[in-house]
């Protein structure tokens, strides 16, 4: 079946623009992550969303972050007055509530802010 | 506090030759423990996990990781390394926790594989 996709691919900002970022996960899949992905970094967990409990937001850096999951299915991350230090590659993962807890990557959006 | 270090950043081998790869995490509780690889351009790929049971765990792709909890490590193995292996490799901690499961991830291990 269909992985976990994002859009868009890429995305080049300027600084100080807001930006959408797009997750559409398995479907049936009740969870869903953000993950960021820096240059030379490992990957830091933004959010994570899980059926209809609220958000875990413990990974967001800043207030200009924000995340939402309409449907219990696909989920925007925003980013607000974008600031060079934002650019990175974002990743969305998806799992199942199997006790196997295996999170399915989608390819990422790398953001580039100039 | 939860981390996972994988002490170098870029191996090189020669193609048909072993590799490890190191990881050693830092948990309170029994951990779970991922491996995950990453080709350029692409997402994130499972190549094997650790629950609980038999500590040397199969992977896909020919890759085998031992865990061993004297010496919080899961370091990754192949006896035999193939070029297209070359890609990132990234060791991960989570915890259980009804279902969730928030990974820490290390810094990664970028692979480069010789003909």
């Known amino acids: 079946g269909a992985g976990v996709s994002q859009s868009p691919s890429n995305k080049v900002t300027e600084k100080g623009k807001d930006v959408e970022l797009r997750c559409d996960p398995i479907?049936?899949?009740?969870?869903l992550y953000w993950y960021r992905q820096s240059l030379g970094q490992g990957l830091e967990f933004l959010i994570y969303?899980?059926?209809?409990?609220?958000?875990?937001k413990s990974g967001l850096p800043s207030d200009r972050f924000s995340a939402e999951r309409t449907g219990g299915s696909v989920s925007t991350l925003t980013i607000q007055r974008t600031q060079q230090e934002d650019s990175a590659v974002y990743l969305c993962?998806?799992?199942?509530?199997?006790?196997?807890?295996?999170?399915?990557f989608g390819p990422g959006t790398r953001l580039t802010v100039t | 506090a939860q981390s996972v270090t994988q002490p170098d950043i870029h191996i090189t081998v020669s193609e048909g030759a072993s590799l490890e790869l190191r990881c050693n995490y830092s948990?309170?509780?029994?951990?779970?423990l991922f491996w995950y690889v990453q080709s350029p351009g692409q997402g994130l790929q499972l190549l094997l996990k650790?629950?609980?049971?038999?500590?040397l765990v199969q992977g896909i792709k020919g890759f085998e990781a031992e865990f061993k909890r004297s010496q919080s490590s899961f370091n990754l193995r192949k006896p035999s390394v193939h070029w297209s292996d070359a890609a990132e490799y990234f060791c991960?901690?989570?915890?259980?926790?009804?279902?969730?499961?928030?990974?820490?991830f290390g810094a990664g291990t970028r692979l480069a594989v010789h003909p």
């Open positions: 993962a998806s799992s199942s509530d199997r006790v196997d807890y295996e999170q399915y």
């Open positions: 479907s049936g899949h009740t969870a």
């Open positions: 969303f899980q059926g209809n409990s609220a958000p875990d």
């Open positions: 948990y309170g509780a029994t951990p779970y």
């Open positions: 650790y629950f609980s049971g038999d500590t």
């Open positions: 991960a901690v989570g915890p259980f926790s009804g279902g969730y499961n928030k990974l820490i």
